[in-house]
């Protein structure tokens, strides 16, 4: 065979071992996946402190047990059918059943959403989605999101009532169209049937049905792994990641220690340049993105750094009503020397992350979405007011990286690499394809 022949070759076939069948049109892994759906559903239900919970566990526990029957049994049409029954059991049925009895799934969601919903209306009037302390009597008056969050608020700011102003349903329009963008670039073929699964699993389907606002930066966070991970090897696509990521630290700080763990791994894997590259344009998306929804912070960011920063901390007058059973919630609790020593956790945690990055960096998106989550539930455990429901990030990032089993591969990039670099090395790529053959 020509030597320079054979390099499109073997790319052509690393290309097609990574589009192999999708995870999620795999028999053999949907039946037991939905099962697990049902448990899950089901210790929900069992331990629900919420009635709406309660409601969305009763409605998916069933919706997943018929699920996995119906793929298990149904050889033709057994996945399709199963996907259908999941999204309705586990998102349709509990959205309808709010709208139709008028209840309200989570206090916590409802509050979040209302948070949203004023933030863009002190945007329109005041040039900054935050109240400067002196005008904040109650907690729920902070806003502890970032400037772009109040993006979602704008539809009902501007006059749309109903369910057309919900800021959860721009939430989940938006996140369901990023993650399909993301599942294309990782797994061509199979975005649809995928982004279908995801919103029928309960990562996102319990947040999306209780009102919870993480969902868009979930899916900024999985666009920007695709667009970063091996195979997507055009300058372009790692770029619209950087973008992306740039994005999801302007809406929610939940997003900003993806931006060290990715650039460690693109200097790894890409070189200095790249990394820097990526950088810049994560950076520059989200100081723009800041400054454009929140321009009176520009000049006076005070109020900002109240309600991001001090809020979140537990440092300001009012005190967040988060309550959970973790760690850094618990000492708070104890005084204001346990409050200090579970910050002092956190950051001492936060210094341990970035000193493992220099240490021992991620090779690929792969490691990349592993340490994320690792480092993200540590921050998550140790924070002085923090709440169960956060752990949605780290389930949704290996549940992500789960799904697109296929696209961090190494040898697709290095072949690709060898492609555009031409004749160098072409030897090597032969003997890697006659062992292949």
């Known amino acids: 065979m020509n030597r320079i022949a054979a390099v499109p070759v073997l790319a052509r076939r690393a290309d097609a071992a990574q589009t192999a069948t999708a995870p999620v049109s795999d028999r053999q892994r949907v039946v037991p996946w939905y099962a697990a759906f049902a448990g899950f559903a089901v210790a929900v239900l069992v331990t629900a402190g919420e009635p709406g919970q309660w409601i969305w566990a009763a409605w998916a526990a069933g919706g997943y047990a018929l699920a996995a029957l119906t793929a298990a049994l149904w050889r033709s049409r057994g996945l399709e059918a199963a996907l259908f029954i999941a999204l309705a059991g586990a998102l349709a049925g509990p959205l309808a059943w709010q709208a139709a009895f008028g209840s309200t799934m989570s206090e916590v969601g409802d509050d979040s959403l209302k948070v949203v919903a004023r933030s863009a209306v002190l945007l329109l009037r005041h040039g900054t989605p935050y109240l400067p302390a002196d005008q904040i009597s109650h907690a729920l008056e902070y806003n502890p999101y970032e400037p772009a969050m ?8 501007l006059g749309l009532h109903g369910a057309a102003g919900n800021p959860r349903l721009w939430m989940g329009i938006t ?15 199979s975005a649809l049937r995928s982004t279908a699964f995801a919103f029928g699993s309960p990562v996102l389907a319990l947040p999306l049905t209780q009102g919870l606002t993480d969902l868009p930066v979930l899916a900024l966070l999985s666009l920007t792994l695709a667009s970063a991970s091996a195979c997507a090897h055009r300058r372009g696509v790692r770029l619209a990641g950087a973008i992306a990521l740039g994005a999801a630290c302007a809406i929610k700080a939940t997003a900003w220690p993806a931006l060290p763990i990715i650039i460690a791994m693109l200097a790894v894997r890409d070189g200095a340049r790249a990394a820097t590259r990526f950088m810049v344009v994560a950076g520059v998306t989200a100081t723009a993105l800041v400054a454009a929804m929140a321009p009176a912070s520009v000049t006076a960011p005070g109020a900002l750094f109240l309600n991001t920063v001090l809020f979140p901390l537990g440092m300001t007058r009012h005190q967040t009503d988060a309550d959970s059973p973790l760690p850094g919630h618990l000492l708070a609790t104890t005084g204001a020397t346990g409050h200090w020593a579970a910050i002092g956790l956190l950051c001492a945690a936060s210094l341990a992350m970035g000193a493992s990055l220099i240490a021992r960096p991620p090779a690929d998106t792969r490691a990349a979405a592993w340490r994320l989550a690792a480092s993200l539930s540590i921050m998550f455990a140790l924070a002085p007011a923090s709440r169960w429901g956060y752990f949605v990030y780290p389930a949704a990032l290996l549940g992500f990286v789960s799904m697109t089993h296929g696209q961090p591969g190494p040898e697709g990039a290095v072949l690709r690499q060898r492609e555009r670099q031409g004749p160098q090395e072409i030897s090597s790529l032969t003997r890697w394809g006659d062992a292949w053959s």
């Open 150 to 157: 109040a993006i979602f608020g704008l539809p009902a700011a």
């Open 175 to 189: 996140a369901a169209a990023v993650l399909a963008a993301a599942f294309r670039l990782a797994k061509p073929g």
